[in-house]
């Protein structure tokens, strides 16, 4: 049987070495596209291992520059700090305390680290004592009164040096009452990442426990998306471009690569994607049983990221990522 064009179209001659294959490669994976993740809370010389997420801890300050030092050496060039409060309360005082541990540790690592970028998540459930992320009256999760204290928190969090405020509540509105409170203080040069579309997803549950945010009651998902819709998706992200963010992220990542690729086609604007605590978990478990290679799944997982559209890859595995492209 002669199939249309053979011999003369052999794909497989791009294929016979590895400079080669290199050399066509379509997609890269590059350190500068990293983002690492860090866990802050109180404390000195402090590294509280997480059980469900393997090599990921809750850090002291101390820790949290020493961890970022060590990325950044790398070439990673960017953090992504979430904070563990010794208090929580009814309206979250510790996301927008002036002393709170983002802003403690976002000032210490641009002294320490002035070139690295300090990106810092803006939420409030770590914070709630009842684990939402918003206000809540009479077992709802109230979205206009929320609005101030997550325009408070973001501003607070740009005021001690964070590079970018990203929001990761999925309040409506969230995008503009931000860019407004952060316009108002003079902060008009912080770009705002978007969790743009964040799925109410089951590959959070790791994140909870390092975290220390389930909800008391209920869960999320009357504010964080359905994971059957993606139009949806494509709307929420139009909504918080036309509010004025700088940069939109989809999370999870692996199993919405659709999204991605929607929304990079679609918008155009920078688009990060997270590999979140249960993927990490999911690939250190199987690797552990030794059922797959945990190199060779996180760079391929990661490759598809880039092949659907992502910018950049915030992961958990960001420095073994940069020793194994090295």
């Not at 928190?153 to 995008?175: C, H, K, L, N």
Request: charged share 25%; glycine share 8%; with cysteine.
């Amino acid at each position: 049987m002669t199939l249309p064009g053979f011999p003369i179209a052999r794909p497989r001659r791009l294929r016979t070495s590895s400079p080669l294959r290199r050399l066509v490669a379509e997609t890269s994976l590059n350190v500068s596209q990293l983002v690492l993740p860090l866990f802050a809370r109180s404390g000195k010389k402090l590294r509280r291992p997480i059980g469900a997420m393997p090599g990921v801890f809750q850090l002291s300050p101390d820790e949290i520059v020493r961890e970022a030092t060590l990325a950044h050496s790398l070439g990673v060039p960017a953090v992504l700090l979430f904070g563990i409060p010794d208090h929580k309360d009814a309206k979250a005082s510790g996301a927008y305390a002036k002393h709170g541990i983002v802003q403690q540790v976002t000032r210490l690592l641009k002294k320490e680290l002035p070139s690295l970028l300090v990106i810092t998540d803006v939420c409030l459930c770590e914070y709630m004592e009842h684990g939402h992320c918003g206000l809540v009256h009479g077992g709802k999760i109230l979205n206009d009164p929320t609005l101030a204290l997550l325009a408070r928190t973001a501003a607070s969090q740009a005021e001690a040096g964070a590079d970018i405020v990203a929001p990761s509540d999925m309040m409506d509105g969230r995008i503009h009452a931000i860019r407004t409170e952060l316009d108002k203080r003079g902060l008009t040069d912080t770009p705002i990442m978007s969790y743009a579309a964040k799925f109410a997803s089951a590959f959070y549950g790791p994140f909870r426990e390092v975290a220390e945010s389930a909800p008391a009651f209920g869960d999320r998902r009357s504010y964080q998306m359905d994971a059957a819709n993606g139009r949806e998706a494509l709307r929420e992200v139009a909504l918080d471009i036309k509010e004025g963010a700088d940069l939109v992220m989809v999370k999870p990542a692996l199993a919405y690569l659709d999204i991605i690729h929607r929304v990079k086609t679609e918008f155009g604007l920078p688009t990060a994607a997270y590999a979140v605590s249960g993927e990490h978990a999911m690939i250190k478990a199987a690797a552990a049983n030794g059922w797959i290679d945990e190199r060779a799944v996180t760079l391929e997982s990661l490759l598809a990221m880039r092949r659907a559209g992502a910018d950049i890859l915030i992961t958990y595995a960001a420095m073994d990522v940069a020793k194994w492209i090295k």
